[in-house]
């Protein structure tokens, strides 16, 4: 079973900036794809970032592209994501997910449906 715990949420003034962190455990890290999703109040849950098991691969969502950085270290087992420029908008409860297995690898979660585990999320509030 893996478990995801988060860190690094808090509250920030507007164009401020905060790094998020996912510590990984229970299985190999380093054979999971990694994401990141938000889901802000009344809203669906969204993708934000992901990144391969390898590191090799990184995707972003159109609104934060240029903003957000995600990066992974495999000695360590932690997904962190740089949130620079931060808007109002980036309002939201942040989730860690780690892909589904296919074979011995996972896929890149950019989908929900592609994320078996998750963690149990860190607020992010950005002040206007």
């Known amino acids: 079973q893996v478990l995801l715990v988060e860190s690094g949420g808090g509250l920030v003034q507007t164009g401020g900036s905060l790094r998020l962190s996912c510590a990984f455990s229970g299985r190999t890290f380093s054979r999971y794809g990694m994401g990141w999703f938000r889901q802000a109040p009344g809203e669906e849950r969204e993708f934000v970032a992901a990144i391969s098991w390898s590191g090799g691969g990184t995707y972003y969502a159109d609104s934060v592209k240029g903003r957000f950085t995600i990066s992974r270290d495999n000695a360590k087992n932690t997904v962190d994501l740089q949130m620079n420029s ?8 942040y989730y860690c997910a780690a892909g589904q297995m296919r074979g011995s690898w996972s ?10 585990y998750w963690g149990q999320g860190t607020q992010v509030t950005v002040s206007s």
């Open 86 to 93: 931060l808007k109002p908008e980036d309002t939201a409860v």
């Open 107 to 116: 896929v890149t979660p950019r989908k929900l449906e592609d994320c078996s």
